[in-house]
């Protein structure tokens, strides 16, 4: 599979952060790499035909988190030029727990273009079924070598893994992108599902995605749904699959 190049520049957001907290952060995120004490709750996705479990997504919590958010983990490991590190190891810690899952179900993981690109991601999923595994991609303005990103993207697709672009809907997720990964699921971000059923914009928004993906033979997936009156109406629009509070909270396997 090929590589990725990316230039490492600390995330623009940690600018905002002072450098006292600067410090501990990085104390913490080397902590965690060191003694591997980071973990993973599990979210499920589901079918909106039939609602049945189709998989789960991975979450990584951390040690003494009140925060269920993993962001300023992850922020504080890009301004040290470890998010490559930390990603692995939350992929690795998922991994391990995959048998855990109903044998049907696949596990999704998220990743940066250049972990999903790279030798350790390789060598995780030698290890287990590759079917089975979906890598979640957000855009990164980092990378700078598209074609070879791409190249490496279908590597693992000839592997047997699928990708999923994530954040779709939200401005984030440009065009170039979109046809440089062509994605086996296309997730609508929360943005556009909270409150779809009381507004129409949200509606031709997700209605666009939905037939987007199904004219690419990808599955559709919409996150961050709460109540019934989202669901009914992203059934309605043809919405493939699902997943928020409404199906469950992430939950740890091995608690």
């Avoid at 003694?35 to 990584?60: C, K, N, P, Y």
């Avoid at 993207?153 to 893994?161: P, Y």
Wanted: glycine share 8%.
């Amino acid at each position: 599979m090929g590589q990725v190049v990316a230039l490492r520049a600390p995330a623009p957001e940690m600018r905002e952060v002072p450098e006292s907290s600067r410090r501990v952060l990085s104390f913490d995120v080397e902590r965690v790499l060191q003694d591997d004490v980071l973990r993973m709750a599990f979210q499920s996705i589901v079918e909106l035909s039939g609602e049945t479990v189709l998989g789960f997504e991975a979450l990584a919590r951390f040690p003494g988190e009140q925060d269920p958010s993993p962001r300023r983990w992850f922020l504080a490991a890009d301004a040290l030029g470890m998010r490559h590190e930390l990603e692995l190891a939350a992929a690795a810690s998922s991994l391990r727990q995959l048998d855990l899952l109903p044998d049907h179900a696949f596990v999704a993981l998220n990743v940066s273009p250049i972990t999903a690109g790279g030798a350790g991601m390789r060598q995780l999923l030698e290890e287990v079924d590759p079917t089975r595994v979906v890598l979640e991609v957000k855009e990164d303005a980092s990378v700078v070598e598209y074609p070879r990103y791409s190249a490496a993207i279908e590597a693992l697709r000839d592997h047997g893994v699928r990708i999923a672009l994530d954040d779709t809907g939200t401005g984030n997720v440009g065009l170039q992108h979109l046809l440089d990964v062509r994605p086996d699921v296309l997730k609508i971000d929360t943005e556009v599902t909270r409150d779809i059923d009381r507004d129409p914009a949200r509606q031709a928004i997700a209605c666009a995605l939905g037939s987007l993906a199904d004219r690419a033979g990808a599955l559709s997936l919409a996150e961050g749904v709460e109540t019934v009156e989202e669901l009914d109406m992203l059934r309605s629009l043809g919405i493939g699959a699902a997943q928020g509070f409404l199906f469950g909270r992430p939950e740890l396997l091995d608690a």
